[in-house]
């Protein structure tokens, strides 16, 4: 009876043992597929990032967000090692800018910081990772990007994980001789002992199993709406996230993109004052310096109202610029326009002999007024001083077009009179007739 104990009792912890083995393996294969997914979905976000992303300021920075948005996805998926290659990637791509731009002071500020965060993010979320040769790329990321006290702390985490790696493994190998010593001693030891050999016994035993196919139900109307409402509330955080980064970077890239053309641009001081000029880098510079410490955390409302406040000094510049650059090219279509409609005018009243002058006058006087209000504006814009705003415009000069057009459309479709019959010829019919 013991013995049959002893047996049932080894089956037992047997099964038991299969059943662990075959549910490490189901975790191990779901942990895969989660990670070949993530791995998939990290080379879709490198695979579609935009042509321009090595020159472009902004693409950069919306690649990095993606990024981090893969980054954060994986690790929330458990998938920690493609985490750290969507992290190491965003890291490479700072370092690439800090090169390229080294000779740009704010440019190359920007680009260490985000580098800066990026190495955060790993120490935060992938710090177990962080080793071997993914721990010497982001050391020396670090070194590169002038954090020498962070990168000799990144150091000192890989050689304590390289050193409890080379204990484990010499405890383990320590473990395996004493164990081969003891076997050596038992054997040694052993002694020849005639035993009996137990018959096999066979024990059968009828199961009865009752199946149970579990049938799906329905989501009632109570958990249908609260999970619509957990997607809408997700869409909305999602959406929230996208806007402000979208405020952020149009904030950043106005203030960069303005400063470099108030220093730069030629066509911009001709528009404007030393005065002005002055003014409007002051205000670019402070701007600058607030985009770099607090509006790294300002809600969204207070990019737009920032960004607002910018585009209320700079846009009538940027349009006075335009209109200044536009103006000769409008000027020359206005007088070939013109010239146009009046040779209209002539080749239809040679065509058709029954257009008198009343007929062109609907025509000619409003080319002529055109052309007297031309004149008359462009000779006050070249007295008036260029920083103050135009005296008119080109979209005001291009308005005027579609009414001449639509004059001469009208002049085109004037039907030739109907000759009369004369009243003799009609008498000279009638009597023929009566004979």
């Not at 000192?156 to 001789?177: M, N, Q, R």
Request: aromatic share 4%.
């Amino acid at each position: 009876k013991d013995k049959k104990d002893k047996k049932g009792g080894g089956k037992g912890q047997q099964s038991a043992g299969k059943a662990e083995a075959i549910k490490m393996e189901a975790d191990k294969k779901r942990h895969d597929t989660k990670t070949e997914n993530m791995r998939a979905r990290l080379e879709h976000v490198k695979k579609n990032a935009h042509k321009d992303i090595k020159m472009d300021v902004e693409m950069l920075i919306k690649h990095l967000e993606e990024l981090a948005i893969c980054a954060g996805n994986c690790h929330r998926e458990g998938a920690s090692v493609v985490a750290l290659e969507a992290e190491l990637t965003a890291l490479r791509h700072c370092l690439e800018a800090c090169k390229r731009d080294k000779k740009e002071p704010l440019l190359l500020s920007r680009h260490v910081k985000r580098g800066f965060v990026v190495i955060q993010r790993i120490l935060v979320t992938c710090r177990s990772a962080v080793v071997g040769e993914a721990g010497a790329e982001v050391a020396g990321a670090a070194g590169a990007l002038g954090f020498m006290d962070l990168q000799e702390t990144i150091e000192d985490f890989i050689k304590e994980a390289d050193g409890a790696g080379g204990d484990k493994d010499g405890k383990d190998k320590k473990d395996k001789k004493d164990k081969a010593k003891k076997e050596k001693k038992v054997k040694a030891k052993k002694v020849k002992v005639c035993t009996m050999k137990m018959e096999k016994q066979i024990h059968r035993v009828a199961l009865k199993v009752d199946a149970e196919t579990p049938v799906p139900r329905p989501f009632t109307k109570e958990q249908f709406r609260e999970i619509k409402q957990q997607l809408a509330d997700y869409d909305e955080r999602e959406q929230k996230i996208r806007d402000r980064a979208m405020a952020f970077n149009a904030l950043e890239s106005y203030v960069y993109n303005t400063q470099e053309k108030v220093e730069n641009s030629e066509e911009l001081k001709e528009v404007t004052t030393d005065k002005m000029r002055a003014k409007f880098s002051e205000v670019l510079k402070e701007m600058s310096e607030w985009v770099e410490g607090d509006g790294w955390e300002a809600a969204t409302v207070k990019l737009h109202e920032q960004l607002a406040s910018l585009t209320e000094i700079g846009d009538p510049i940027f349009a006075r610029m335009k209109q200044r650059l536009d103006r000769p090219d409008a000027i020359k279509k206005a007088h070939k326009f013109l010239t146009t409609a009046e040779g209209a005018v002539a080749n239809l009243t040679k065509k058709m002999a029954w257009i008198n002058e009343t007929h062109t006058e609907m025509v000619t006087n409003k080319t002529e007024a055109l052309r007297k209000w031309l004149a008359e504006v462009t000779e006050k814009q070249e007295e008036a001083p260029a920083h103050e705003a135009p005296v008119f415009t080109t979209e005001e000069l291009y308005r005027k077009f579609p009414a001449i057009e639509e004059s001469l459309k009208r002049l085109a479709r004037i039907p030739k009179p109907v000759e009369k019959v004369e009243k003799k010829e009609k008498k000279e019919k009638k009597e023929k007739k009566e004979k």
